[in-house]
């Protein structure tokens, strides 16, 4: 996915995650944008701020239902960082 065209780069709904668990994945870290979820104003307002963050809750929702452990990390200055969501 380009640039601009959504918040997820690949399929985010409830097939993928049947998928993720057909191959017996039971943990996935979830890197963050921190100009996203900030709602920094060069930020398409559709992918950032609130909408970000509700679209990453939903997800972390779907995959904790499904009962993996969904660990979101922000990325800055090309390290990572992470916090149990």
Known sequence: M???????AGPSGQASVKD?????INAL????????LN?????????AGVNYRNAI??????LNSAAAM???AIR???QASGALV
Do not use: C, H
């Open 2 to 8: 380009r640039q601009g065209q959504g918040i997820f």
């Open 20 to 24: 993720m668990k057909s191959w017996g």
């Open 29 to 36: 870290r979830l890197p963050l944008n921190e100009a996203s």
């Open 39 to 47: 709602g920094e104003s060069y930020v398409d307002p559709g992918y």
């Open 57 to 62: 809750t939903s997800y972390v929702k779907l």
């Open 70 to 72: 969904a660990k979101a």
């Open 76 to 78: 800055q200055l090309g």
